[in-house]
């Protein structure tokens, strides 16, 4: 018997509040690590000119910093990664979080050592968490070192930010900056991308949160 997914009204409420141009549809959880920001919802994904849309546009790059964002969780051995992304939307952005990707295959994961918590889509099946942390100056993970225009952790049209990415690895060897496809966790694909900037915003409420994985289950069943 196929099972139909029925959205409730709060939940598409909650989505048509936060929607945008291109907007995509995933959860974040807290783990037990640097910082908690509570259950939220993705509301946009920003990367590359070549494959983005004109308002998720980001300039970036990547070098090597000898800095620490999360000193309880930090590997000394390993090295930290600087990256740098620039406003190119025309918007001011808040609630940034940096999304590792999660493959299906177990080839291209992309792993680090300042987590806040996990990321996943809900249009994949199985959904897989991926590493991911709050970009800001705040906390215990103090990632995000420089802003260009004003220090208050609000992402301005034009702004530089430069955040650390700790004991950054990817398997197939990509740049923390690697922003070049759609989708982000398990929804992008390798070789293409390491890692995403999506925006999560607070989730409506834990029974919205809920319902927003039944329709997940609901899918997969179909």
Same mark, same amino acid.
């Given at each position: ?75 000394? +051995? ?8 620039? !406003?190119?939307? #025309? ?5 940034? /979080?940096? &999304? @590792? ?12 050592s300042n987590v806040d918590g996990l ?40 702004? +530089? ?8 690895? !990817?398997?197939? #060897? ?5 922003? /070049?496809? &759609? @989708? ?39």
């Amino acid at each position: 018997m196929k099972t139909q997914a029925i959205a409730a009204p709060a939940v598409l409420t909650a989505l048509a509040f936060v929607a945008h141009a291109d907007p995509v549809q995933g959860i974040y959880t807290d783990s037990a690590s640097c910082d908690n920001h509570g259950n939220r919802i993705s509301t946009e994904e920003f990367g590359d000119p070549s494959v983005f849309g004109q308002t998720q546009w980001i300039r970036h790059a990547s070098t090597f910093t000898q800095d620490v964002a999360c000193p309880m969780t930090d590997d000394p +051995t390993l090295p930290n990664s600087l990256v740098e992304i620039t !406003n190119l939307t #025309g918007r001011s952005l808040t609630d940034l /979080f940096y &999304v @590792g990707d999660a493959s299906l295959t177990g080839i291209g994961n992309t792993t680090f050592s300042n987590v806040d918590g996990l990321a996943s889509q809900l249009t994949t099946t199985p959904p897989l968490a991926a590493l991911a942390f709050r970009i800001d100056s705040i906390g215990m993970n103090r990632n995000l070192v420089f802003e260009s225009i004003t220090a208050n952790n609000v992402f301005e049209p034009g702004e +530089t930010w430069a955040f650390i990415v700790q004991d950054y690895h !990817n398997d197939l #060897g990509l740049a923390p900056d690697a922003f /070049f496809s &759609v @989708g982000y966790a398990d929804g992008s694909p390798a070789p293409g991308s390491s890692a995403s900037i999506v925006q999560f915003v607070p989730a409506p409420g834990a029974a919205s949160l809920a319902a927003l994985g039944g329709l997940a289950i609901a899918r997969r069943r179909r």
